[in-house]
């Protein structure tokens, strides 16, 4: 069975005992997904912080350094 078949057939399992899914938790296979904030890149070995995190760290860092 392929992952694809795989989350199919539990989402017709889900819809079967009435049980709904969010789209947005719903995570296909890819090679990066983010995760607790952080984004995980499987392929790569990574594990970053999105830019607008990134971004906003950096503002704060700056802010401390004045």
């Known amino acids: 069975m392929t992952v694809n078949a795989a989350i199919q057939w539990i989402k017709r399992l889900g819809d079967e005992l009435s049980l ?3 789209p947005k ?3 296909w296979p890819c090679m ?4 607790l904030g952080l984004e995980l890149n499987s392929k790569a ?12 760290l950096r503002d ?6 004045s």
């Open 20 to 22: 709904s899914f969010q």
């Open 25 to 27: 938790k719903m995570i």
């Open 32 to 35: 990066a997904i983010e995760f």
């Open 45 to 56: 070995m990574e594990a970053c912080l999105p830019a607008d995190k990134l971004d906003y």
């Open 60 to 65: 704060l860092l700056e802010t401390w350094e």
